[in-house]
């Protein structure tokens, strides 16, 4: 009777350990910090671009730029790029309004997608898509985003053969 008792007991507190051990584990799981759950920040980051209307003014902007042909990187010491002027591009100044909006760790993603939305939304070639990112790429840097300056994002992305 003692060793049915202990046996019972015994399994018990097994089962309350292992229900202890369990909810901890949960726990920890949806209270980690978001920078050390890979899925956290990438999850903000496609939310916010989605709350910004997918960045419409640096897509228009950096269809501009592939269409001028100036291989995507504005000159920083021209005129017209600089952040005081008034004179400053409309498209580009309404892009940096976007971008200051958003988190400086998720400039660099939201820019990414951008450039990927504007690359499949037109037939453009590997020349036109490479002008496209690298202008995604730099973007930072001319709209002065504090803790970003130039996207680490290929310029020329994986393309895929075409059948």
Known sequence: MANKLFLIGATLALCFLLTNASIYRTVVEFDGDEATNPMGPRQRCQKEFQASQHLRACQQFMRQQMRQGRG?????????????????????QQCCN???EEEPVC???????????????GQHGPFQARKIYQTAKHLPNICNIPQVDVCPFQTIPFFPPYY
């Open 72 to 92: 995507g990187v504005p000159a920083l010491d021209d005129d017209e790029f600089d952040i005081e002027n008034p004179q400053r591009p409309y498209l580009l």
């Open 98 to 100: 976007e971008l200051q």
């Open 107 to 121: 400039v660099c993603p939201t820019l990414k997608q951008a450039a990927k939305s504007v690359r499949l939304q």
